[in-house]
T-cell receptor, first 115, second 113 residues
Framework: DTGVSQNPRHKITKRGQNVTFRCDPISEHNRLYWYRQTLGQGPEFLTYFQNEAQLEKSRLLSDRFSAERPKGSFSTLEIQRTEQGDSAMYLC?????????????FGPGTRLTVL | TQLLEQSPQFLSIQEGENLTVYCNSSSVFSSLQWYRQEPGEGPVLLVTVVTGGEVKKLKRLTFQFGDARKDSSLHITAAQPGDTGLYLCAGPPISGSARQLTFGSGTQLTVLP
């Protein structure tokens, strides 16, 4: 399967704990995105990488959130000191720089539940 | 306030019926994409419309982009239970970053057998 993969698919944690999610994009895609989706809403943009450079961050991305893409391949999203409001589906997507319309291909997401 | 408003929010119909869902904005978009999302999965890209007035067909699905590139519609003919899902429109607004997709809140479609 050469699509976008995300791990873990589900994560349950207690408030105050740190969590880390991983995204493996489609191999030739140089753009990588993180989104957050809550029930009944569309995905909301969090951050964007072009290769290893983090070029854009949403104001939704508080200082408890950090994302990396160290070698321009896989990416990690870490949430420190989780809060109940962080419970959501975290989606990763990738696309080709050459794609004029920024058509993005999404992974299956990581469902985070903070107790 | 959502930049992209989708209507209706929920739609439940019988197999074989036709339906139209709408995606509206007061902002101009350089292109609009339609995705379908099933429970517990990520959105899957269906189509991209880029030219004002453009109509694209994908089997029983017909997508239209408004002349002013502020709105779009998705029409499904003879809906089937397999069409059930959350339909999302998304795009980069001309006034914003071309790299960010802004999503609507979606239309949850249920097709009953």
């Amino acid at each position: 399967d050469t699509g976008v993969s995300q791990n873990p698919r589900h994560k349950i944690t207690k408030r105050g704990q740190n969590v880390t999610f991983r995204c493996d994009p489609i191999s030739e895609h140089n753009r990588l995105y993180w989104y957050r989706q809550t029930l009944g809403q569309g995905p909301e943009f969090l951050t964007y990488f072009q290769n290893e450079a983090q070029l854009e961050k949403s104001r939704l991305l508080s200082d408890r959130f950090s994302a990396e893409r160290p070698k321009g391949s896989f990416s990690t999203l870490e949430i420190q000191r989780t809060e109940q409001g962080d419970s959501a589906m975290y989606l990763c997507a990738s696309s080709l720089l050459q794609n004029s319309y920024n058509e993005q291909f999404f992974g299956p997401g990581t469902r985070l539940t903070v107790l | 306030t959502q930049l992209l408003e989708q209507s209706p929010q929920f739609l439940s119909i019988q197999e074989g019926e036709n339906l139209t869902v709408y995606c509206n904005s007061s902002s101009v978009f350089s292109s609009l994409q339609w995705y379908r999302q099933e429970p517990g999965e990520g959105p899957v890209l269906l189509v991209t419309v880029v030219t004002g007035g453009e109509v694209k067909k994908l089997k029983r699905l017909t997508f239209q982009f408004g002349d002013a590139r502020k709105d779009s519609s998705l029409h499904i003919t003879a809906a089937q239970p397999g069409d059930t899902g959350l339909y999302l429109c998304a795009g980069p607004p001309i006034s914003g970053s071309a790299r960010q997709l802004t999503f609507g809140s979606g239309t949850q479609l249920t097709v009953l057998p």
